[in-house]
Structures are given as structure tokens and as C-alpha cells.
């Protein structure tokens, strides 16, 4: 970082252009990246929050003209002055450029680029000509001689995309604004299109996705974030109820085409299939349960995801020709290595459906009442009590399974339900809204607790022993650990102990194959962005790849692998696209600041989803929470801001 010559990043300007090496100025937060892909060198950065320059033989004029282009590309046409705005002043950059400068070019850029920030309705304009107007502020005399010398400017070598704050957090990059702005006009099919460009299971990521895009959602620093997860479920709602069915083709034919075995009918398997399948490569997926879904029908209760929807979006995909073999384990019913010689690619796309040990007395000694909390959910998903002996129980975790496993516990009866956690409430890594929906639930709540031991009587549990813990010094994940604190050992009466501290992959399948590396968490080692393993015709993704991860994770997973293994069949190298490399540059400059001053007063409250009374809700597995209807789903995605970005980078 202390090679920029100019930086007026977040308006902070740095200018090094006339000192000595040894006494630049470093810019202040601000992460710049030396290198963009492997081996192409960053020399300037231009986007909506300024310029960084770092190499002088990147001329100004050129890079804003190839941004300005970029900028006017990305205008939606929506707002006049955006809109033709932007076209005239590339217009204007572009004939500069060509040695055809004009006296006062300068002041009509300077104009149009004020009167568009100030004119325009979305972020697209509001930051658009921020960095065309540093530039025109710190770099006068280049534009002037530009213009003067009336010299051809050769054309650099540059890279530009356009994302937003919201899109860049969703591991999928679905174009949030546009499909929010698709609601807020009432074209809710092209809402739907927008999505299933990359995400084949709107219902369903409408209803449990953990949301990574609304803690990015700029409105939030206004009042609250817009509520994106319940917009996807809202226009995939209105297509059920509406008995419609989406026309799902074959419109992006691969030049060649071949056959696919996908394990696992999960969130990663399926959209991988769904992607394989638009490409029209023959697609089989083999599947050890009875039905689709993998842990997102054995794992997530379904007053959370009912089951009829994930079936019906799984059987549209069907649609496309996907053909799924249930009841088929492989390892046991098929092996691997035999959907290897049969298929020119194979994509692994198992849950973590096994759980993990709690290192605690007792937990291996096969009592009755002691069940993983994954067999428990499973269990009651399947439709019955796993030991309807137990009433009086505790589940140990803080995650959404061990959430799941307490709130479920009232919907088959039990009647004293617990849940321990061994760090505070503030850490507990479960969804926030799922916290307080089991607090509201009369689940009862133990933190800074863990277990020691299980007790039992004629092999059964008849009670937990736990002890208080305290936080302490930091670990490696950078919270503070939790210690014992001495001598406060307690004991829980229960005959139910559920531990749902973690989960595991079982890759047992693997045992037909040589040459698939894997970690020592039980993961398939993949390359992280074409999902290829050490095998070259074996991709992954989902828990198999991450361990237990977000459901939107695996789903982004099986759509890179899709992509890759299109890429392999049509005997293609597989390489990074440059919407990787551009994820590696956004995990330095961040798309979104917490702390940024948006400008405008909030006041647009966000809309909430109707539910159940708690009372009522905690003793039924329908479905909990009722969609939005028609007009709240308008007033939500009116709050949108459209926070596009544009960046642009010399290479």
C-alpha cells in the first residue's frame, strides 16, 4: 500500500504524485490488491467511491472514459438525466481520447456529472460520476492537455463490473436490486427469471436462507435492511398460488453435450443438475433418501420449509429432464467408481448427515434417550417420536439444528425443554430471528453452560450434569474461550439428551476411488471457484466441500461446478472467470461500509411477516409464518435503494 500515487478513496485524499517514494502517504482504509487473477497487475482503481492510481503510465482520461462507459452501460434508462447523461459524457471522454477535445469540455463534463449525481434516483447515478469529478478536481491539467495537444490516447487494458453491496454478500450474486425492483412494478414472473438465472429453488431459499444479503443491504443504515429473503419467497409463492409452472427450456445449449451423475439430491446436487440440464447435458441424480432435499428435507422442520414446496421446485427441475434415482446409496447400491466410468463427470453433493462428538462421559455408551440431534430431526421430518419415553429434555448447541431440535420438541410432545450453550447468547452462531422465535416458544434458555456428564439408570438418561462457564482469553476464532468455573457443577432432570453441537460428512462413497484428496474435517479438497477435485472427472460442493454450511452456499456450489463441468465436457480449460477474480477484489474493497452516512432520513418501516400466535404455532408443524401479501410486498421492495456499483480496473 505504499506504492499509490493519488487515492481520493472514500474521500480521503492521498496525493504521493510529487514525492519520494520513501515519503508517500498510505491511504487509510483502504485494502488495494496488488494483483487482479494471477498474474494481471492492478495500476488503477475507478468506481463509485473515488480513484486510486498506481501506476503513471495509466492515463486518466482513458481510464474514465472506459468507466464512464462502463457507468452508462449499467444506467437502467429509468432517469432521463442518468440515462442520456452518461451516454453524453462518454461520448465526450471517448472523442478526447481520439484527439478531438473540445475548449469546454471540462465544465460540460463537470455539469453533467453534478446534475446527475444529483438528478438521479438510484446509486447508479448518486455514485457514477463521483470518481469522472475527483478526477477532473486532482487531474486538471492532464484533461487539459488532452484536449490541447489534440494526440490520439492509446486505449489501456481494463476490467469493469457492475455489483452492489447486497449482491456481492448473496454466495450466489443473485441481481437483487433488479429482481426487487421487478416486485416494485408488479412484474413478479420477471422477478422469477431474474433469480432462477442462477437459483433454481426460490421458495425454498425464501424461507430458510441464514440472509448474508440483508446484513449488507445499505438501507440498514438508514433504518433497517429491505427484506429480501421474504421478497424471493413472495414471488415464488404468487406462482403456486396461481397454479402456474415456470417454462423452463434448454436456452443455453452447450456445443457438446454429455452425461452427468449427480450424488445427492440436495440444495448443491439439484442446482447443479438444473444448470447441467439448461445446457442440455443428461443429468441423473442418485439420492439415498426417498425423496429430494437431502439435509433440507431431513434437517429443517417443516413449519420452517414444508415439504410440498421443496418437492414441487425439485420436480420442476425434473421437468427439464432430470432424471432422480431414489433409495439409492452410493457406496452401498452403486459405487463410485462405477457412475465415474459411466458418466463423462460426476458431481459428490452429500450433506453432513452425521453428527459430532461432544467428547463427553457417557455419550458412547448407546443409552436410551440419548439421540444426535441430526437423527432427531430426521426422525421427527420422517413423521414420528424417536423416543416418545422422553419428555423432559436438553439439547446441547447454538446453531439452527439445535434450535430446530427445541422447537420441534413441543410439536411431539415434550414438555420441559432446554437448550444449553457454552458462550453467551451475543456468540450463538443460529439465526437471530430463529433465537427469538424458540425464546417466544418457552424454550428455555442455559448459556455460559456446558455438559460433563450423562447420567443414567438401567441404561437409560435420567439427568445431564453440566458446569457454569465463564469467558476467557481469546482462541484462534478470535472469541473469548469459555472456562469452567470450579465448583459449579449443576444437574439437569431430563431422560432426553440431545447434542447438536456440530455435524459431519460421511465420505465412505469415496472407498471405490484413488486420488480424491480430502481434509481432516472429513471435506473433499476442490479448487475453491471451479469445484474440481483431485479427480479430475469428480466436482463437489455444499457440506462435502465447506463442512455444514448455509443452504445458498451449497447452491452457489453446484452452480459453479455445473458451469465448470460444461466447461471440461466441451473439452475447455478450467479457468477463474473474471467474476471470481472480481469476489477476490470485493473481499478487499468492500462493497459495503457499516459506518457509511447514507444522507437520506429513514422512516420507511420494514414490513414483517404475519405468524402464528406462540401459543398456538408450538404445537403444530404447519407452516408458521404466512407470506407477504400483495401490498406489503410492494411498500418492501419501494424501499430498495438500487445500490449498484460500477468499478473499473487498469490491468
Same mark, same amino acid.
Given at each position: 500500500m505504499n506504492d499509490i500515487l493519488f487515492s481520493s478513496w472514500g474521500g480521503n485524499i492521498v496525493d504521493n504524485r510529487d514525492k519520494d517514494p520513501g515519503a +508517500?502517504?498510505? !491511504?487509510? /482504509?483502504?485494502? +488495494? !490488491?496488488e494483483t487482479f487473477g494471477k498474474d494481471e497487475a492492478v495500476k488503477a482503481l475507478i468506481g463509485w467511491y473515488g480513484l486510486v492510481l498506481r501506476s503513471a503510465d495509466v492515463h486518466v482520461v482513458d481510464l474514465c472514459r472506459s468507466y464512464i462507459e462502463a457507468v452508462s452501460q449499467a444506467s437502467c434508462g429509468k432517469c432521463i438525466p442518468c440515462r442520456t447523461g452518461t451516454n453524453v459524457m462518454a461520448g465526450i471522454l471517448q472523442r478526447i481520447c481520439?484527439?478531438?477535445?473540445?475548449?469546454?469540455?471540462?465544465?460540460?463534463?463537470?455539469e453533467l456529472a453534478e446534475t446527475i449525481r444529483a438528478a438521479s434516483k438510484c446509486q447508479v447515478g448518486?455514485?457514477? !460520476?463521483? &470518481?469522472l469529478i475527483d478526477a477532473l478536481s486532482h487531474f486538471e491539467e492532464v484533461f487539459r492537455d488532452a484536449i490541447t495537444s489534440g494526440e490520439v490516447i492509446e &486505449?489501456?487494458?481494463?476490467? /469493469?463490473?457492475? /455489483? &452492489?453491496? =447486497?449482491?456481492?454478500? =448473496? !454466495?450466489?450474486?443473485?441481481?437483487?436490486?433488479?429482481?426487487?425492483? =421487478?416486485?416494485?412494478?408488479?412484474?413478479?414472473q420477471d422477478a422469477l427469471e431474474v433469480i432462477r438465472e442462477r437459483l433454481p429453488l426460490p421458495g425454498v431459499v425464501g424461507r430458510v436462507c441464514v440472509r448474508p444479503c440483508e446484513e449488507n443491504c445499505r438501507r440498514a443504515n438508514m433504518d433497517d435492511s429491505v427484506s429480501i429473503k421474504y421478497l424471493k419467497r413472495f414471488v415464488a409463492d404468487q406462482e403456486l398460488a396461481c397454479h402456474c409452472r415456470p417454462h423452463y427450456t434448454v436456452d443455453q445449449p452447450s456445443e457438446k453435450t454429455g452425461k452427468v451423475a449427480v450424488v445427492g439430491a440436495g440444495p448443491a446436487g439439484v442446482t447443479c443438475a438444473y444448470h447441467l440440464a439448461r445446457r442440455g447435458h443428461e443429468v441423473t441424480i442418485y439420492e439415498s433418501l426417498g425423496e429430494p432435499g437431502g439435509m433440507a428435507a431431513m434437517g429443517i422442520p417443516d413449519y420452517r420449509l414444508p415439504r410440498d414446496v421443496l418437492q414441487t421446485e425439485v420436480g420442476w427441475i425434473e421437468d427439464l429432464g432430470v432424471k432422480i434415482h431414489y433409495n439409492t446409496a452410493v457406496g452401498k447400491d452403486i459405487k463410485l467408481s462405477e457412475l465415474e466410468e459411466q458418466n463423462d463427470a460426476v458431481f459428490v453433493g452429500i450433506g453432513a448427515q452425521n453428527s459430532t462428538s461432544m467428547r463427553v462421559e457417557g455419550e458412547d455408551k448407546g443409552y436410551e434417550g440419548f439421540i444426535p440431534g441430526v437423527a432427531y430431526l430426521r426422525a421427527v421430518n420422517e413423521g414420528y417420536d424417536p423416543y416418545p419415553e422422553g419428555k423432559k429434555m436438553v439439547v446441547i448447541g447454538g446453531g439452527n439444528v439445535a434450535i430446530d431440535c427445541v422447537r420441534c420438541s413441543f410439536r411431539i410432545g415434550k414438555e420441559d425443554v432446554h437448550l444449553v450453550y457454552r458462550r453467551t447468547e451475543k456468540e450463538m452462531p443460529a439465526d437471530d430471528v430463529e433465537i427469538e422465535d424458540a425464546k417466544e416458544e418457552k424454550v428455555k434458555f442455559h448459556f455460559l453452560t456446558t455438559p460433563v456428564r450423562i447420567l443414567e439408570k438401567d441404561n437409560k438418561v435420567v439427568g445431564l450434569e453440566c458446569i457454569q462457564m465463564k469467558l476467557g482469553e481469546p482462541d484462534a476464532s478470535g472469541r473469548r474461550r469459555p472456562v469452567p468455573v470450579e465448583g459449579s457443577e449443576f444437574v439437569f432432570d431430563c431422560d432426553l439428551v440431545i447434542p447438536a453441537i456440530g455435524q459431519r460428512v460421511d465420505l465412505s462413497l469415496l472407498e471405490s476411488v484413488d486420488g480424491v484428496e480430502t481434509t481432516r474435517w472429513q471435506t473433499l479438497v476442490v479448487d475453491e471457484f471451479t469445484k474440481q477435485s483431485t479427480r479430475p472427472k469428480i466436482f463437489s460442493a455444499g457440506d462435502c466441500e465447506t463442512g455444514p454450511g448455509a443452504l445458498i452456499t451449497a447452491c452457489a456450489g453446484g452452480r459453479k461446478a455445473a458451469i465448470n463441468i460444461d466447461r471440461m465436457i466441451n473439452g475447455l480449460e478450467l479457468v477463474w472467470e473474471e467474476g471470481d477474480h472480481f469476489d477476490k477484489l470485493f473481499d478487499a474493497v468492500k462493497l459495503y461500509d457499516a459506518d457509511e452516512d447514507i444522507g437520506i432520513p429513514g422512516g420507511g418501516p420494514r414490513k414483517h411477516l404475519k405468524m402464528l400466535p406462540p401459543d398456538s404455532r408450538k404445537y403444530t408443524f404447519d407452516e408458521v409464518e404466512a407470506g407477504f401479501p400483495v401490498a406489503d410486498a410492494v411498500a418492501e421492495a419501494r424501499r430498495c435503494l438500487r445500490c449498484y456499483r460500477v468499478a473499473t480496473l487498469a490491468v
Open positions: +508517500f502517504q498510505v !491511504p487509510e /482504509s483502504l485494502a +488495494f !490488491p481520439a484527439g478531438k477535445g473540445k475548449t469546454g469540455d471540462l465544465k460540460r463534463l463537470r448518486q455514485t457514477g !460520476p463521483v &470518481a &486505449a489501456g487494458d481494463y476490467r /469493469s463490473t457492475v /455489483s &452492489a453491496p =447486497c449482491m456481492d454478500a =448473496c !454466495p450466489i450474486h443473485l441481481d437483487i436490486p433488479t429482481y426487487v425492483e =421487478c416486485i416494485r412494478e408488479g412484474r413478479y
